[in-house]
């Protein structure tokens, strides 16, 4: 019987954010960032081996609201760091938050000029 755990990755384009929890999500097993150590993924498959989990849920959340609805670079690249750690990866989700017409952009009126 596999034990399963939830991996909450938060990816935007300047850093990438991995939190292990138990299946309800109450309870967080690790966390790392990429800010923390260069390779997060493997060592939060490291702390789930540990720990007896061996196979995980993914939840993939970019900043959403009013800022970028597309996960950065790094999500790609943790899920499949995941998997090749020996973690088997069951269902994939998007989580990023959408509004339903909610705060205003910054940027001005007539956007961010480059």
């Known amino acids: 019987m596999p034990r399963w ?3 909450h990755i938060y990816a935007s ?3 990438i954010i991995i939190t292990l929890t138990d299946i309800t999500g109450s309870e967080t097993i690790t966390k790392a960032t990429g800010g923390m150590v260069v390779k997060a993924a493997e060592r939060v498959a ?6 007896g989990i061996d196979s995980i849920h993914v939840r993939v ?8 609805k597309s996960p950065g670079p790094g999500a790609q690249a943790a899920i ?4 090749r750690a020996g973690l088997r990866i069951g269902r994939i989700e998007e989580v990023t938050p959408v509004p339903h017409d909610g705060t205003k952009p910054k940027g001005g009126r ?3 000029r480059v």
């Open 61 to 68: 959340r970019a900043p959403g609201g009013n800022r970028s």
């Open 46 to 51: 490291d702390a789930a081996k540990e720990k």
């Open 5 to 7: 755990g939830v991996a």
């Open 80 to 83: 499949r760091a995941l998997s």
């Open 13 to 15: 384009y300047n850093n």
């Open 110 to 112: 007539r956007g961010r």
